[in-house]
């Protein structure tokens, strides 16, 4: 616990970049989210990068899950009224039919039940249960196959088949690391992933949400009346699998940014990708700055862009490692709420975590405020385990 952060609160000060970085810290994952989003539309050179590993099949866009009735309810436009309300009856008797199937029961007890069904052998059915552990309640996967790999210490194409096990099993779209993938999952149970369709939703999936149905049309060469078939049959999907099990909590939904699991005898941390999402340079901007005669004015605005995004990119890396530094600093001393619960919360002052991190003091203020944790005992917030904050 006593390596070196790498930044302290003087150095931030002093430094021109200083102030993003403490704003990336302070703010919670869906402000981060947002901001990302901005920058991407005004700066060409960020990239949110599909997996941190780059692996092929993976890029199916953003990897947080969005509410698609809310999507296309803003999109729907006069043209098609009726065609949406009958849309929407049917899709609620859908939910219902759901809602009463699933009553009483949690999404894990539902995917577990069936993983015993199958015959795997105990090392799958590990894996399979590992990852089954790790969806959030509306069905998708909170950690990389990597980090899954690593912990288990298992080959990661072993964890990949596992994945696509898992993806197998009811309800349709469970097992997804992104919205892209919980409908492509849908569309290949149904036999309806064809070519076109795919090409949809990878790569026009947002102009469909902003009912931007002729771009689509002159894009690819297709009808308009097709694409808006196509549209229908995707609003048909579901885009939350998990949203009808029993949940384990009540109130407000809280994502948390950080799970704890406990493998073997000891507790692990992973900081969710959505807390920090892993972002890159467009590649293409910054071949383009190293052409030969580039006209200045060109030169100038890439060279300016590539300053932004380079100080975000750091930015969210810092959020990233502080995040980890200080989740491992508060299990390792609160290990026995880990074991025993909330009655077993041991006070713990914001220094002594800071020592650990070899950080100021006023940076763990930031990095605990707004973020969660969830833990064999639920979720928390982090700044429930310090005293005076």
């Not at 948390?256 to 999402?277: M, N, Q, S, T």
Request: overall charge negative; aromatic content about 6%.
């Amino acid at each position: 616990m006593s390596q070196s952060f790498g930044f302290n609160a003087g150095r931030m000060d002093n430094d021109a970049d200083g102030t993003v970085i403490r704003e990336v810290l302070r703010w919670s994952s869906e402000e981060l989210y947002r901001h990302i989003q901005r920058e991407m539309e005004i700066n060409p050179l960020i990239k949110m990068q599909e997996d941190f590993k780059g692996e092929a099949g993976d890029a199916f866009g953003t990897r947080f899950p969005v509410d698609m009735d809310e999507w296309f309810q803003e999109a729907c436009g006069n043209d098609d009224t009726d065609d949406m309300a009958n849309a929407d009856a049917g899709e609620q008797r859908h939910h219902k039919s759901h809602n009463m199937a699933y009553n009483g029961i949690t999404l894990q007890e539902h995917l577990m039940s069936q993983l015993k069904d199958m015959d795997i052998s105990p090392n799958d059915e590990r894996i399979a249960a590992f990852i089954i552990e790790n969806l959030d309640e509306n069905g998708y996967l909170l950690v990389s196959k990597h980090e899954i790999a690593a912990t288990l210490k298992v080959d990661r194409d072993r964890v990949s088949r596992m994945l696509r096990l898992v993806q197998t099993l009811d309800p349709p779209g469970v097992g997804a690391r992104s919205l892209k993938e919980c409908l492509l999952i849908q569309l290949s149970q149904m036999g309806k992933a064809t070519p076109l369709i795919r090409a949809i939703i990878l790569e026009h999936l947002k102009d469909l949400m902003h009912n931007r149905l002729e771009v689509i049309s002159k894009k690819i060469g297709i009808p308009i009346d097709e694409v808006q078939r196509i549209r229908k049959l995707i609003r048909s999907l579901e885009s939350k699998p998990g949203r009808w099990f029993a949940s384990l909590r009540e109130g407000r939904c809280i994502i948390p940014d950080v799970v704890v699991k406990r493998i073997g005898e000891e507790y692990h941390v992973f900081v969710l990708e959505h807390a920090a999402p892993r972002l890159r340079i467009n590649r293409m901007y910054l071949n383009l700055l190293q052409k030969p005669h580039l006209d200045k004015e060109v030169s100038e605005y890439i060279a300016g862009k590539l300053d932004s995004a380079i100080t975000l990119i750091k930015a969210v890396e810092q959020r990233r490692m502080a995040l980890n530094k200080v989740a491992m600093s508060i299990v390792a001393r609160q290990k026995e709420f880990l074991d025993g619960g909330p009655g077993y919360i041991k006070p713990l002052t914001a220094q002594a975590v800071a020592d650990d991190c070899n950080m100021h003091v006023c940076i763990i203020s930031l990095v605990v405020q707004g973020k969660y944790v969830q833990t064999p005992h639920g979720i928390f917030e982090l700044r429930c385990f310090l005293i005076n904050f």
